[in-house]
């Protein structure tokens, strides 16, 4: 079946360090994929997707990338700011089971101290 | 902007009692969906409607029912309240169609208490 797998967290960071979140699914076909940030207090919203093969998402400084061969799409920020402390989930849509249902991961915790 | 607003952030019941929560969206979307957010589990799909006074199964329905009578407004409904659901339970939205019909909206949340 389709699932999304995350590193656990929590992350901890200082600012201006660098960011990965690793993230791989499973899935059949060509799914799109997408990147959920919570900041504390809110629901989620949408950073950056990618819907097909080698495509790049990017949004206010993160990056990540479709890769197909190796089922991931881990999540990249050169230099983290305080401001991005949430939870962030990697997502999936199936190809099939329509209504754009999404499958999330467990979600990864970010807290970027000064 | 979406806005996709739900009816309380905080919520205490009692365990037996029946319980609504309420989501409503202005963007006129087809698609509304009920997640349950658990720390370790991420979101998980309890139900979803694709059109007014229809509504499919997700992942965990059992314990839940929902309700779409206008298509602005998903309702969820706890029949019978347990300590089990004690959760954030998110609702969501996003259009029929289109490229970006996948980009689900998301309220802020109702954290619920049973007791």
């Known amino acids: 079946g389709n699932s999304v797998t995350q590193m656990e967290g929590p992350v901890t960071l200082s600012e201006e360090a660098f960011l990965t979140i690793n993230c791989t699914y499973t899935?059949?076909?060509?799914?799109?994929l997408f990147w959920y940030v919570q900041y504390p207090g809110e629901g989620l919203q949408l950073l950056l997707k990618a819907t097909k093969a080698d495509d790049k998402g990017s949004n206010k400084g993160f990056e990540a990338t479709y890769r197909k061969e190796t089922t991931s799409f881990h999540l990249e920020k050169g230099s983290v700011q305080v401001s991005d402390s949430a939870v962030y989930f990697c997502?999936?849509?199936?190809?099939?089971?329509?209504?754009?249902?999404?499958?999330f991961g467990a979600g990864t915790r970010l807290a970027v101290h000064p | 902007d979406v806005k996709v607003t739900q009816s309380s952030r905080y919520l205490v019941k009692r365990t037996g009692e029946k319980v609504f929560l309420e989501c409503v969206q202005d963007?006129?979307?087809?698609?509304m969906f009920w997640y349950r957010q658990d720390p370790g589990l991420g979101l998980r799909l309890i139900y979803f409607s694709y059109d007014v006074k229809m509504k499919e199964k997700g992942d965990i329905p059992e314990g839940y029912s929902v309700s779409r009578e206008k298509k602005e407004r998903f309702s969820l409904i706890l029949e019978s309240a347990s300590t089990n659901q004690t959760s954030m339970y998110l609702c969501?939205?996003?259009?029929?169609?289109?490229?970006?019909?996948?980009?689900?909206?998301f309220g802020p949340g109702t954290r619920l208490t049973v007791t």
């Open positions: 963007m006129d979307h087809e698609n």
């Open positions: 899935a059949t076909g060509y799914p799109s």
């Open positions: 997502a999936l849509s199936p190809v099939s089971g329509g209504y754009n249902k999404l499958i």
């Open positions: 969501a939205s996003s259009s029929g169609s289109g490229s970006d019909s996948y980009e689900q909206y």
